[in-house]
């Protein structure tokens, strides 16, 4: 039934089923048994397909009188033209599931157990030919402790209405060491440790120690393996199973006839436990394509004994403790192929074949797929420069001076009603003096009183995007959707790895923009200048600030006038250099880059310098600790002397300021035709 539903499953196109459809695969999915993975992994082909959407749905099925079963799948395929069975030994469904029992007789390195059919065993450490004694005495000193009860069945037996041979209930009140002890006296017969057995039938052993009074599941007394055995599917295919999925095999056994029994660990500290993770262990290893049978989920379950013949086969001990150790161990192995993490990847291929680097969006700043924060003041035009940038993309244009890749561009408007944001780019295109001849590249999302928290807007933003080929998602702004505490690191990183869904989802860059923090920002790096945690910087593969600069005299009377700012654009980059800052001037409603040199000078608002350079304003002690710092600096070599004209450069004022202040601390330094000393 598996390789059935699996071929029917290929057959049939997700992005041609409606919502009802898709829900009815996997209800029948999981009614046959199969893992979500299967279904979450089929969806994957459509452009509706949310992350965890399966998963959710998934957990909602919990069955009916009239359940969705595997049949709606394979008529869906025959609908779409796949046939079963037409000499690709893929079975209808009502078909009966039968194996020959011939074994695969390649073995490698021409190895073969004698008396045993061929079976080439995919992994390292096979044990070497032994004794029929030897194997079982392996096999029970690997499973039990010297004073646990073995159960096991040999002679007992009975045919069934069919003709098949059952095992009874047999022997239970032997302990690991009376029977090691007996296999060790008669090493080379094993009939006198076990009794007589029908060569035809073989025997069993019950892999879980006993109470000594009886072989129920009630008589168990420690809940440490599992059987896991399959015998649909060839001997080939099991032994790749168990070691592509890294079992973690206490002994393995061939049966003598077409399967081969698995001892796996469950290592579970009651029987509750133990239900539960067969239960997990069987669903994991349907869902990977391994037919099981499910039959074997009881801890007194019995299995084939090896060393004993059957049918002219032997059942034969193939290797002991392979794959992962524990159950633990192969848990944290079966998260690592769950959790949707990339895989390790080893340095030296990577080398080799180097991956391309996106390109790049805005040159020598940003690459399409990363994410780009602008912070800035309170009304410093930040909304206008995205828009700029919006503009830039979609033309192909420089913005700010820096060359953009011509693209799609999303912008997510929160802030201003959808008139306003419409007329503010037909403003900005008007003052860039473009014709808007691919205005049709940048797409609006009004979300001005709709916003929500941005965990819940990135799964409608990316379903809306998806196959729409926009190379960036501009958020403007982002605390309107913020959630947690923006002071809070922990709660500002899960908001900010929204982002990352949507540069991973959708291959778009992100560039989303955020407010400066209270206090002047002129003595602080760009990148602590946004308001709140530290996260801020750190997140953002670009981060670009903006800060006034504090223009004074005629610049500052002239500026006034027409209505103009100054601003200086700094960056902090983690795929480029930093930038040489820009400085440039918001004249509404653009920003135009300032001459060369024209605003180099002018420090930022805030800032010391900006301090010192509106110093006629500044209290007599403040006057004073602003020479003692500047005549500090200057001192730091012992052998040039301090003169006025270093002082003044240094406070970026003229000479007769400096010695102006000087004379009101005469008591302090002493300016002798430019040379200032310290009294």
Request: aromatic share 8%; glycine share 8%; proline share 5%.
């Amino acid at each position: 039934m598996d390789n059935l539903l699996i071929s029917a499953l290929s057959a049939v196109d997700v992005r041609d089923l409606s919502y009802a459809e898709w829900m009815n695969v996997g209800m029948a999915l999981k009614h046959e048994g199969y893992a979500c993975s299967v279904w979450d992994e089929w969806s994957r082909n459509d452009q509706r397909y949310h992350p965890g959407e399966c998963a959710r749905k998934w957990n909602t099925f919990h069955g009916s009188g009239t359940p969705v079963t595997g049949a709606t799948i394979v008529q869906m395929a025959k609908q779409r033209g796949w046939k079963p069975f037409e000499g690709n030994g893929i079975m209808d469904w009502n078909d009966e599931l039968s194996y020959d029992g011939t074994p695969d007789i390649s073995v490698p390195s021409g190895r073969a157990h004698d008396g045993t059919p061929g079976i080439s065993v995919p992994f390292d450490n096979l044990l070497p030919d032994m004794k029929p004694t030897a194997e079982l005495a392996k096999y029970i000193s690997t499973l039990f402790k010297p004073e646990e009860y073995v159960g096991y069945v040999t002679g007992e037996v009975r045919q069934n209405e069919d003709g098949e041979w059952e095992p009874l209930r047999g022997v239970f009140n032997r302990t690991a060491g009376e029977l090691l002890t007996s296999l060790a006296k008669y090493p080379d017969d094993l009939g006198a440790t076990i009794g007589d057995w029908k060569p035809q039938v073989g025997g069993w052993i019950r892999f879980n120690p006993l109470d000594g009074t009886g072989a129920s599941d009630r008589n168990v007394t420690a809940f440490r393996y599992a059987l896991v055995e399959s015998d649909v599917i060839p001997i080939q295919e099991q032994l790749a199973a168990y070691q592509q999925l890294e079992l973690p095999i206490a002994c393995l056994v061939s049966s003598g006839g077409k399967s081969v029994h698995a001892i796996v660990h469950i290592d579970a500290p009651d029987e509750s436990e133990y239900r539960k993770r067969v239960l997990f262990l069987y669903s994991f290893l349907i869902g990977h394509g391994l037919i099981v049978d499910q039959a074997n989920k009881n801890p007194s379950r019995l299995s084939r004994m090896p060393g004993v013949d059957r049918n002219g086969n032997r059942q034969k001990l193939l290797a002991v403790n392979i794959g992962r150790r524990s159950w633990q161990d192969w848990m944290d192995f079966v998260e690592g192929l769950e959790d949707d993490l990339p895989p390790l990847e080893d340095m030296s291929a990577l080398l080799a074949h180097q991956p391309e680097l996106p390109e790049e969006l805005i040159r020598g700043i940003l690459r399409c797929g990363h994410k780009m924060l602008i912070s800035g003041s309170s009304k410093a035009g930040k909304s206008f420069l995205l828009m700029e940038l919006a503009i830039a993309i979609a033309e192909g244009r420089k913005w700010l001076g820096f060359p953009c890749k011509k693209g799609r561009v999303l912008y997510v408007n929160l802030e201003i009603d959808r008139a306003s944001c419409i007329n503010r780019f037909a403003k900005i295109y008007e003052a860039l003096h473009i014709q808007k001849p691919n205005a049709a590249n940048i797409v609006l999302w009004n979300l001005r009183g709709k916003a929500v928290p941005l965990d819940k807007l990135v799964p409608k933003l990316v379903r809306r995007v998806r196959d729409q080929h926009f190379d960036a998602i501009i958020i403007d702004p982002i605390y309107k959707v913020i959630t947690g505490d923006e002071n809070k690191a922990s709660d500002m990183a899960l908001f900010c790895n929204q982002f990352d869904k949507i540069c991973a989802e959708t291959g778009c860059a992100a560039i989303y923009c955020h407010h400066h923090s209270k206090g002047d920002q002129g003595n602080k790096d760009a990148k602590d200048r946004a308001s709140g945690s530290g996260v801020f910087a750190r997140d953002p593969d670009a981060q670009l600030d903006m800060i006034e600069l504090q223009l004074d005299g005629d610049m500052k009377y002239e500026a006034e006038a027409f209505g103009r700012t100054a601003w200086r654009l700094e960056s902090s980059l983690r795929e480029f250099p930093n930038i040489i800052p820009v400085d440039f001037w918001f004249d509404y409603p653009i920003h135009t880059l300032a001459k060369s040199e024209e605003l180099t000078q002018v420090p930022a608002k805030g800032s010391v310098a900006a301090k010192i350079r509106g110093g006629k304003n500044c209290s007599r002690n403040e006057r004073a600790e602003r020479i003692r710092m500047a005549y500090a600096a200057c001192s730091f070599d012992p052998d040039t002397p301090v003169t006025v004209s270093a002082i003044a450069s240094y406070l970026d004022m003229t000479d007769r300021t400096v010695r102006d202040w000087l004379k009101e601390m005469s008591d302090e330094y002493q300016n002798d035709r430019g040379v200032v000393t310290r009294i």
